[in-house]
């Protein structure tokens, strides 16, 4: 992992289901940063913390945000 953050967007239980699946297919590494299923919206702005996550969010908070790149 080049230390980047992932970030999953979709309904809430399908994106738990998807970075659990995704962590396990990373096997033999390990992510050893912050790993999140689903982020609550008052965390919402840890999405911009300079530190790679692995994060889950709803289509609603990711309109929400504005992120450009």
Same mark, same amino acid.
């Given at each position: 992992m080049l230390e980047k953050?992932?970030?999953?967007v979709g309904?809430?239980?399908?994106?738990s289901?998807? /970075?659990?699946g995704f962590n396990c297919l990373l096997h033999p590494?390990?992510?050893?940063?912050a790993f999140?299923? /689903?982020l609550p919206h008052p965390l919402?702005?840890? /999405?911009?913390?300079?530190?790679?996550?692995?994060?889950?969010i709803t289509k609603k908070e990711y309109r929400d945000l504005n992120l450009t790149d």
């Open positions: 953050s992932v970030i999953f309904k809430a239980n399908l994106i289901t998807a /970075i659990l590494f390990k992510w050893c940063f999140v299923p /689903i919402i702005d840890m /999405i911009e913390a300079p530190v790679p996550l692995l994060v889950g």
